[in-house]
């Protein structure tokens, strides 16, 4: 079965920095684009960065500078380095995988992990 397990999350302080991980299993990792979503409580879900097959990387503009994804293709990871966090930053942080090859299968989702940015 396909497996998405996201780890790394909880509570920092602004400006403090945490790496989340994302261990997928069940899939040929090297044809999955991967990318890490969030969504806060009464906000839309959004795009946070994205990192292709060929490790091309995508951020969102309130991430850019701050946040680094990258991926582990001998542990089939992705991770996600954030870095400089402040408080509208903290939401659940979900993992996705989108099969690059065959575009119109519906991508999986992973449970979530929860990151709090506070004082």
């Known amino acids: 079965q396909v497996q998405l397990v996201e780890s790394g999350g909880g509570l920092v302080q602004p400006g403090g920095s945490l790496r989340l991980s994302c261990v997928a299993s069940g899939i040929t990792f090297s044809v999955y684009t991967m990318a890490w979503y969030r969504q806060a409580p009464g906000k839309q879900r959004e795009l946070v960065a994205s990192i292709t097959t060929s490790s091309s990387t995508n951020y969102a503009d309130s991430v850019k500078g701050r946040f680094a994804i990258s991926r582990d293709h001998t542990k089939n990871t992705v991770h996600l380095q954030m870095n400089s966090l402040r408080p509208e930053d903290t939401a659940l942080y979900y993992c996705?995988?989108?099969?690059?090859?065959?575009?119109?299968?519906?991508?999986?989702w992973g449970q979530g992990t929860q990151v709090t940015v506070a004082s």
């Open positions: 996705n995988a989108k099969n690059a090859w065959i575009r119109d299968r519906q991508p999986y």
